[in-house]
């Protein structure tokens, strides 16, 4: 006699808030690297007699390399899973930071800050964000990808009042050195709750064609351009100029290191509230006017930063660092439902696309502010010209074409069934 009990189902990999949590943690990690760099600008000028141009240069290095591995990041994630690709991200920021300690030429930031740390970090990015969402969620998109990014705000912004104070009180090496060891403390625990929903093979294509071959499709519609164009005005008016030149001019202007750094965590603070809140806004809104409203807002408080800047912090800088940290990653989950709507399945690699040209803006932009700093003596200029560029992002947003709606082809009437035994038709008189 056959048993007839159900069969007991297969467990599932993980439940979503897990997963979410472990690529949570594995974002704040590796985000708290993106930051470091600002920092040290003073630092590695003061101990090693760097120029800030080639500690710029690094940087620039840093976010192209951040960029550019993101799409590849995201298609390998389809070949080899989240799992592997986040923690093996985390052993490439590790091991940067911890060669970083022992730098004694320009070249060597570049490449193990640069390099390294921007492999590992371009991994762990927002790509990495829109694939967990991608395959986890369905109802709440906007809402967990505004949770994932403020995630990567939280692990910027958080510990740099942290990280100053260790600069302060030891020197940059031990800086270096307490991300490395966060980096290695990371890993058991991402290992542990990072999963992918499903467990049939992935496709056998190369992760680096496919990325290719979706940017060979993506390249041929005007939306992909435009958003590439909309976000590198956002990393040239976040990562450019906010995360890697902020701390710098404020000491220029008379304020110590450690209280600009506190600025910043200030503006990460209410990071979490925008993206967040810009999440559920993508969930109910047009994209398209979200980001030019984000966009238009933002270079008006970039233009009015010159006239703010002093050596004490007052009312109108803490007014400056809540707005600008309620605009500053905003514009992701909007981005991203672009991305999906015009790209399907394909967007967390279209969008890692995306990410690449944020990366060459905000690398572009960290350059130029340095060698501004070195030529003018000043950062005014920097302020003002990223300031017009997101006037600029606010009207290509609006340029960006509606998705199209897909149409539903209404059923044909149905038509009475006619009996087999009968004619179709009576037969004629004879």
């Known amino acids: 006699m056959k048993n007839s009990s159900p069969r007991p189902q297969p467990r599932k990999p993980g439940s979503p808030w897990t997963v979410a949590a472990g690529a949570a943690l594995a974002i704040v990690t590796a ?114 990808t505004g949770l994932l990014t403020a995630a990567s705000v939280v692990g910027q912004f958080v510990f740099l009042p942290v990280l100053s104070w260790v600069i302060d009180a030891y020197s940059w090496r031990a800086a270096a050195a307490a991300l490395a060891l966060a980096a290695a403390g990371a890993l058991p625990v991402v290992w542990a709750a990072v999963r992918d ?31 590439a164009g909309t976000f590198a005005v956002c990393g040239a008016s976040t990562n450019g100029v906010m995360w890697t030149h902020f701390a710098p001019a404020a000491h220029d202007h008379g304020m110590p290191v450690t209280v600009a750094a506190s600025l910043l965590s200030l503006i990460g603070i209410f990071n979490v509230a925008g993206t967040v809140a810009s999440g559920w806004l993508t969930d109910r809104a047009d994209p398209r006017r979200l980001l030019a409203v984000y966009y238009a807002l933002r270079g008006l408080t970039l233009l009015a930063l010159p006239l703010l800047l002093t050596s004490a912090v007052d009312a ?63 950062y005014d200029p920097v302020w003002v010209g990223a300031g017009a560029l997101c006037a600029g992002a606010a009207l290509l947003a609006l340029t960006v074409r509606r998705p199209r709606e897909p149409r539903v082809t209404p059923p044909a009437p149905a038509t009475p069934r006619r009996s087999r035994a009968l004619p179709a038709s009576p037969p004629p008189c004879r």
């Open 31 to 144: 985000g708290a690297f993106s930051t470091l760099a600002g920092l040290l600008v003073g630092p590695l000028h003061e101990d090693l007699g760097w120029s800030r141009a080639s500690v710029g240069l690094g940087s620039l290095v840093n976010m192209v390399v951040y960029g550019a591995t993101a799409p590849f990041a995201a298609a390998l994630m389809d070949r080899l899973g989240m799992r592997r690709v986040a923690v093996g991200a985390l052993c490439l920021v590790g091991a940067g930071a911890g060669l970083a300690t022992t730098m004694t030429a320009p070249w060597q930031f570049v490449l193990y800050w640069g390099v390294l740390v921007g492999l590992g970090t371009g991994a762990t990015a927002t790509t990495f964000a829109a694939t967990v969402t991608e395959r986890w969620f369905v109802a709440r998109r906007g809402l967990v």
């Open 197 to 227: 929903p499903r467990t049939e093979p992935a496709s056998g294509e190369f992760a680096a064609r496919r990325a290719l071959r979706t940017l060979a499709r993506a390249a041929r519609t005007g939306p992909f351009w435009l958003l």
């Open 316 to 378: 109108p800088l803490v007014a400056f660092t809540v707005v600008f940290g309620l605009l500053d990653v905003a514009t992701v989950p909007p981005t991203i439902a672009l991305c999906r709507a015009h790209h399907g399945a394909d967007a967390p690699v279209v969008f890692g696309w995306v990410s690449a040209a944020h990366q060459v803006g905000a690398g572009a932009v960290a350059f130029a502010g340095g060698m501004a700093r070195d030529a003018f003596g000043s």
